[in-house]
């Protein structure tokens, strides 16, 4: 069975610029979550998406958007990046939606803003 | 408003000892959930341990086990028989019914280190 994986591992951005992070589901999970981990912190959720549709979204501006695949796989977009951004971006993905179902983590992506 | 604390930002532990990290948690909902994860320095968040608040048996996996002190509002992590690799932060994270998305909740975390 494939865990969550998640591209790129790391990646370097400027202010203003936009960009794409992306994570495959495990294998017969439908939900996946994406969190934001500022450094020292506790994860931050900001949106979960269940069946390609958003199903619930954490404190973060319209800049931080995402899409879900028909394969349950995901992108999270960010424009005009601001400094920050910087941080840890997780991605879990889960069976259902439910408050039993465990999110399982991918490895994250860590995203820095100069 | 639903809130997790994590008291301890960082904590000691000798090889082999036992070692308790506290968690509280603050909600008005009856039905929730309480997790454990371990993030080591590679960043993954790997999951350990699940209660739900109408479990009546403390949950355990393995070296792991959940002491779920409902009226208290605590679900301290105990990790008996500390090895070298369990040296990781550890976060105590909530899940409940608010909204669709069953969105974590997370604490600030304790950093474990375990001395050889």
């Known amino acids: 069975e494939t865990g969550v994986t998640q591209s790129p591992t790391h990646l370097i951005k400027t202010r203003g610029q936009q960009v794409t992070l992306r994570c495959s589901s495990q294998?017969?999970?439908?939900?996946v979550s994406w969190y934001q981990q500022a450094l020292g912190q506790g994860p931050q959720f900001i949106f979960q998406?269940?069946?390609?549709?958003?199903?619930g979204r954490g404190n973060f501006p319209p800049r931080f958007s995402g899409l879900q695949f028909p394969n349950y796989s995901s992108e999270l977009n960010v424009n005009a990046l601001e400094l920050d951004d910087s941080a840890l971006y997780l991605c879990?993905?889960?069976?259902?939606?439910?408050?039993?179902?465990?999110?399982?983590f991918g490895p994250g992506t860590r995203l820095t803003v100069l | 408003a639903q809130k997790i604390t994590q008291t301890q930002p960082g904590m000691f532990v000798q090889e082999k000892e036992a070692v308790t990290l506290d968690c509280t948690y603050d909600?008005?909902?009856?039905?929730?959930?309480l997790f454990w994860y371990k993030q080591p320095s590679s960043g993954e968040m790997i999951f350990l341990i699940y209660?739900?608040?109408?479990?009546?048996q403390n949950a355990t996996e393995g070296r792991y086990s959940l002491n779920f002190q409902k009226a208290r509002k605590s679900a301290n992590l105990v990790i008996s028989a500390s090895q070298l690799g369990d040296s990781a932060m550890y976060f105590c994270?909530?899940?409940?019914?608010?909204?669709?998305?069953?969105?974590?909740?997370f604490g600030s975390g304790t950093r474990l280190l375990v001395r050889p």
């Open positions: 209660q739900g608040s109408y479990d009546e």
């Open positions: 909600t008005s909902d009856q039905s929730y959930g």
């Open positions: 994270a909530m899940i409940s019914p608010r909204d669709s998305s069953y969105k974590l909740i």
């Open positions: 294998s017969g999970h439908n939900t």
């Open positions: 879990a993905s889960s069976v259902g939606t439910s408050g039993g179902d465990t999110q399982y």
């Open positions: 998406y269940y069946r390609e549709e958003e199903n």
